[in-house]
Nanobody, 118 residues
Framework: QVQLVESGGGLVQTGGSLRLSCVVS????????LEWFRQAPGKEREFVAE????????YYADSVKGRFTMWRDNAKNTVYLQMNSMKPEDTAVYYC???????????WGQGTQVTVSS
């Protein structure tokens, strides 16, 4: 059974930092891509960042480029999202997903709430 469990969300002030973690169990194929998406109230879920499990290659949404960093720890089957210089518009539920691409996510985690106060 594939499970993704996010943690690390919380409340932070503008300009602050948070680190999210996503532990993956039951699957880590070399072709998999791990994704971070987020969904703010009343908005659609949007792409944040992704990492290719085999190579560590990362790609970021323009809105977070230069502020967020994603990496993986293969030994721990865990991906991380370091969020710096946070803004109120980063407030959302953050989800971790796994699949062949960001358009084909096979499994999602339960999400973790991130709130940035102004």
């Amino acid at each position: 059974q594939v499970q993704l469990v996010e943690s690390g969300g919380g409340l932070v002030q503008t300009g602050g930092s948070l680190r999210l973690s996503c532990v993956v169990s039951g699957r880590t194929f070399s072709t998999d891509i791990l994704e971070w998406f987020r969904q703010a109230p009343g908005k659609e879920r949007e792409f944040v960042a992704e990492i290719r499990w085999s190579t560590g290659y990362t790609y970021y949404a323009d809105s977070v480029k230069g502020r967020f960093t994603m990496w993986r720890d293969n030994a721990k089957n865990t991906v991380y999202l370091q969020m710096n210089s946070m803004k109120p518009e980063d407030t959302a539920v953050y989800y971790c997903g796994i699949g062949a691409s960001r358009l084909k996510i096979d499994y999602w985690g339960q999400g973790t709430q991130v709130t940035v106060s102004s």
